[in-house]
């Protein structure tokens, strides 16, 4: 696989040594066990995947270099180049700006911008509207973009399900930068449509076996379907994608549905003429996460760290995982950890916690940390060393390293 040039300040001490270590030891990452740090009185169980994937750091690598690249003038990035704090910090400290938030809500205006300008896409791709509109002043949004590969892989198979004459149903977050650049592109070939979830499958396919009234399909789904979607129609064949970060799980389970209710509507004989039964379109980073997050619940530890930007999706669905068996703590970086105080997003609640002693009082405490595909190595051994501040006469970084 390609190695990226990456700033240096994003590297780590700690956590390099232990991914080479089970590169070395694990080339076909077949073993997806956690590896242990043993201090004593504290106990890290790391996952085997986590941090910056593939598509960040071709993103970072663009990035850098265009700031490096083009001093003296204008550079923009369309939103968030990666859902990660510190990376958009440090990358608006360099000068550069952003022409969106999050959701597309315009920050700078289009009339501001002039052909002289540069315009980055973000690793989450973007809209053929957007790439329209950035044509028209004179900008090739090609020359600086940095979407994911895998990305674009979603929508060279939406097209091949829209080239077989299948409506296109995406599972993702309609308001999420990726699905939205999905949408877009697959809107170009074929019918589409956003669902979030196996229960919006689950309202959708009702209404395609007419078991709910079809007609409140439109209001159901408002937004969410591609221009002149025609119910009646549009659902005689299908097939499904993904935004890439979603739970792996749910997404085949919705692949699977949809399955079962062509097959209950045309009979199985006819099934292949009306549902396209495409592969997972999970990127590897997210997936190879997840499992590695399957294997941390494994464990007896007592609490959980996740550390990642809290609107990245893939880093969200590690914290959902894992909530479900330990305290689970989802925090920016070692800034959150004060002491025995902790400053964590509680994903449920959609908002910022305060808990004061999170470390359980025992002669050996087990801490799980992972983190998302967005989050750079270095902040994680941040976390560790924060995290090592509360116990006493612990073994030094040196020694610990040296046994695994």
């Known amino acids: 696989m390609k190695k990226f040039e990456i700033p240096a300040h994003y590297s780590s001490s700690i956590i390099a040594k232990i991914k080479d270590k089970r590169k070395n030891d694990d080339p076909r990452k077949k073993d997806y066990s956690p590896s242990v740090l043993d201090f004593g009185k504290v106990k890290f169980f790391i996952a085997r995947h986590f941090g910056f994937c593939f598509g960040v750091e071709h993103a970072i690598e663009i990035a850098y270099k265009t700031v490096e690249e ?19 910090a440090d990358l608006i400290s360099r000068g550069v700006k952003f022409l969106m938030d999050t959701k597309g809500n315009q920050i700078v205006d289009w009339s501001d911008l002039t052909k ?27 020359r600086y973009n ?131 039964d495409s592969r997972d379109t999970l990127c590897y980073a997210t997936n190879d996460n997840q499992n590695a997050t ?10 959980a760290i996740v550390v990642g930007g809290y609107n990245s999706s893939n880093t969200t669905h590690l914290v959902e995982l894992l909530q479900d068996k330990f ?26 916690v305060v808990k004061e002693g999170f470390l359980p009082d025992k002669k050996e405490v087990k801490i799980i940390l992972t983190s998302g595909a967005s989050c750079p190595d270095s902040l994680v051994d941040a976390v560790i060393m924060r995290l090592l501040e509360n116990f006493e006469d612990v073994k030094s970084i040196k020694e610990v390293l040296g046994k695994i």
Request: aromatic fraction near 10%; glycine fraction near 6%.
């Open 294 to 303: 399957y294997e941390l619940m494994e464990t007896d530890a007592d609490l």
């Open 70 to 88: 083009n001093g003296g003038k204008r550079i923009f990035l369309l939103s968030e180049m990666i859902h990660n704090p510190a990376v958009n």
């Open 327 to 352: 305290p689970t703590y989802f925090i920016n970086s070692d800034e959150n950890i004060s002491g025995t105080h902790i400053d964590y997003f509680d994903i449920n609640r959609k908002q910022t």
């Open 146 to 276: 940095t979407t994911c590969p895998f990305v674009e892989k979603v929508w060279s198979r939406a097209k091949v399900i829209g080239d077989k004459g299948a409506t296109v149903i995406i599972h993702g977050k309609f308001k999420h930068e990726e699905t939205r650049a999905t949408f877009s592109h697959s809107s170009e070939n074929s019918p589409s449509i956003i669902i979030k979830d196996i229960e919006e499958a689950k309202v959708l396919g009702e209404m395609i076996l007419n078991e709910k009234e079809s007609i409140k399909f439109y209001e159901t789904f408002k937004g969410r379907f591609s221009k002149n979607f025609d119910f009646k129609k549009h659902f005689k064949c299908a097939g499904v994608v993904n935004q890439t970060t979603m739970l792996a799980t749910e997404t085949q389970e919705i692949a699977d549905y949809f399955k079962e209710v062509m097959k209950q509507k045309f009979g199985e004989e006819h099934l292949s003429g009306h549902f396209i």
């Open 116 to 142: 002289d300008d540069i315009v980055m896409i973000p690793a989450f791709g973007t809209t053929i509207e957007i790439e329209n509109h950035l044509k028209e002043i004179g900008i090739d949004p090609y």
